[in-house]
C-alpha cells in the first residue's frame, strides 16, 4: 500500500506526536536553525576581527620602523583596520547552546515576523532572524499581554503597532537542541531517548506508566528523573499580572503581595533587571541593592539573578547589610554580638510598639550623638521598668507582661563590665577553664560587654532620626520577606535610598517574628507612602493539593477566598507512627529510595526544630546527596538537605517531607500555624506529612491514612 506524503514523511524521533504536534517541533527546528547559522555567521566574523587585532599590531610594528615616506600609508591602513573593527564590534552575543527561550510571531498588515525572546539581542536581517532582550519594551510588551490568535495594538518607537498574534511558544533549548515546546495549554518534550512526546504522556513514561505517576504513599512524581527535558526559563513565564508589576515606572515604589510560591521574588528581581537595563546610568550594577531576612534566600535570590544578568549579586542578607550600615554611620564595625538573644527580649526589641514610641519620642540634641551616647541610651531604656512597661501596653497584647523583666535582666548583664576588665591582673592562663573555654564561656556572664543583634537597627535609627546616614546610597532597592523586616530596619534602608525606586514583596501569612506592622507602616517607615500595590493572585510553586492544605493550616487567620492554585498535583501524604524512631526509619529508607530513581531531584526534610534534622541526618549521613543544611547553608544541588524552618524561607525544592508534625511541634497557635505553613509551602511537587506521635491539631481536616493499610516501606 503506498503512503501517504505525511506518513512517509515522518521521523522516528517525532512518531508518537499528533500532525499538529509534530508541525509544531518541526516549526520550531526550523527556527532554531535559522537562529544557529546566523549566530555561527557572525561569529565568523568576529573570528575574522580576531585577524584585524594581529593585523592592526603589525601595522604598529610596521610604523616604528618604517620610513617618513612609508609611514602615512602604514597610518591609512592602521585607520581603515579600526574603522571596520568598530563597524563589527557589537554587543555580546547569545549563547548558541541557549540563545532564546521564548518564540513570537507576529503579523502586522501583510507582513509575518518572527522574534525570538532572550538576554541579549541579535539582529541579522538578510536572515529574517531577530532575537530580542526580554526587557526591551515594545517585543515584550507583545509577548507578556497577549496570547496566541489575539488582537493587539502596542506602541512602537515612532508609532503604534497593529496586528495579530499568529504564534506565541515557550521553548527549552538545551545545549543547542530543542528539547521542550510550549504553545498555549498544548506542551510537547523530547526524551532522554530523543523522541518527542506530549507532555502527559512523558510524564507517565518517567513515573512507571499511567495512573502510578504520583500515587500516594510513593515519594517521587518523576520531576527528577534522568532524561526529563529542563523546564522553561521562568521569564519566558511571567503572567500578564507579574509583566506589569515587572514593567512598573522605576520612581514609583512598589508593593508585591501574594500567597506563598505566587512570584513575588521572581517579578521583584524581573522588575530590578528591567530598570536596570532601561537606564544603565541612573541604575549601575553597584547601586542596586538586595537586602533579605535569610541566608539561604540571599543565596536563592543571588542564584536567580544570574542569568538576568548579575553575576555579582548585589544581595546581602539583613544582618550583612545592618554591619555594613553600622560601620558607615558610627565608623567602626558593630562591637561582639550576643548570639542568643533571649526570645521576649529579642520579639520586644523588634516590635512595631517600640519603634512607634521611640520615634515619637522628643529629643533635644541638635547634632548626631556619638555611639557611646547612643548605646548609654537604649542600656538606659532597656533597665527602664516603667518605659518597657509603656511598650508592653501600646503592644495590645502582643507581648507577655513577662517580657520587661527578661529585657531588664538581660541588659543589666550586657551593661556589667567584661569579665575580662575585671580580671585584668590575674595571669591569662588562669582565666580559662579546664575545656579551654573563656571563664565566662556559656554562663550568663558571657553577655556582658555585647550587644544583640537586634540593637544594631535600633541604633542605626536613633542615629538617622537625628542626622542622618554615611555611606553611598542605593539607586534602585528590593526588600523581600518584608514581612520578617522591623520597621526599624525599613527606616535605616529607606534612609539609605537615594531616590523612590524601591520594591517591597512580602506575605503577612509567612511572618516568623513579631516585627509586622501592617504593610501601610511598612511603607512609611520606609519612606514609600504611596506605593503601587500588585497583589500576586496565583500560587505557581504549589499544586492544588498542596496549596490547599496550606490555606486550611493557616485557618482562621488565613487570607479570604481559597488559594488559586496554577496546577493539578499528587495528593499529600500523611503517614502516623507510635513513636519518632519508627517515622524516622521509614522515612530515611523512603528518602535512599527516591535518590536512587530520581537522581535529579531535590527534597527537603523540614523539621521543626535543628536538633530534629540533626537526628534525621545522621541516619542518612553516609549518602552524599544528603546534606545538612542549618543557618542557611543551602547548595541548591539535586539531592536531599535535611533542615528547619527557620532556614527555609523563601525557598523551594520538588518534594518536601514534614517529619514532626505532632501537636507539640505545631501547637493550635498562630505562631505555629504560620511555620508549618512555611514548611508545607515550600514543595513544588510533592508534599508528604509524618506524624510521630499525637498529631498536631493544624492537621484537622487531613484524614491521616487508614489503619489497616499503614504506611508502605520505603522500599
Ligand atoms: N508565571 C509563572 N509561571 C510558572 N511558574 C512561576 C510563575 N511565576 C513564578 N513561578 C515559579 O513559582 C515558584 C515560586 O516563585 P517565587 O519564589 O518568586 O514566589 P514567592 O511568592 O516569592 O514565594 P514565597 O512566598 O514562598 O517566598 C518559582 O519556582 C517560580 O519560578
Redesign the pocket.
Known sequence: MALNRTERAVAPDLAELSVEERALVEEEEAVLAAVQAALEARRTTLRAEGDLVSRLRDLRDEALEATPKDLPTVFQEMGLVRAVMERKRGDALPDPAAPYFAHLRVREGGEVRDYCLGRHTFVDRAAGVRVVDWRFAPVAGLFYRYREGEEFEEPFPGRVSAGVVDARRIVVIERGVLTRVSAGARTVARGGDGRWRSAAAETAALAGGEGTAAREGALGTGAGARGRAA??D?TA???PE?FEAVAAPADRPLL?L????????????HRLARIAFDDPRRFPPGRLQVVVPEVG?AR?AAR?LEPLGFDKAPVRTLDTWSRGAFQSAFGAPPPRLFGDTPPLAARLKRHPALFEILRRRPHVARERPSLSRLRRELGDLFVDRGFLETVVKAAGGDLPTTAIEETVRHTRLQLAPPSDDLLAGVDPDRRETLDGKAIDEDTPEAAAGTLDPEDLPILLFLSALRGGVGGRRSAHLVV??AEDVSLFELYVLGKHLAGRSVTL???ES?QTFSSYAGWPEALAALGAEGAATVR?E????CPRPIAELAHAILGPIAPAGPPRA?RDGAPVSRFDFPTEAHAHLFLVGAIRDLLEREPRASAAVVCHAPDVARGIHRLLADLPEARLALDGKFTFRPGVDVTDVASV????FDYVIVPDATARAYPDAEEARRRLH?AV??A?HQLWITVPGAPSPLLRGMLPPPASSGPPTGR
Open positions: 523546564a522553561p521562568i513565564l511571567l503572567d507579574q508585591v501574594g500567597s506563598a510560591g505566587s512570584g513575588k521574588t521572581t517579578v521583584a528581581l534566600l536563592l536567580l523581600d520577606e514583596a512580602g506575605d509567612q500576586l496565583t500560587t505557581y510553586r496554577g524561607k523563601g525557598l523551594e512555611v509551602t515550600r513544588a
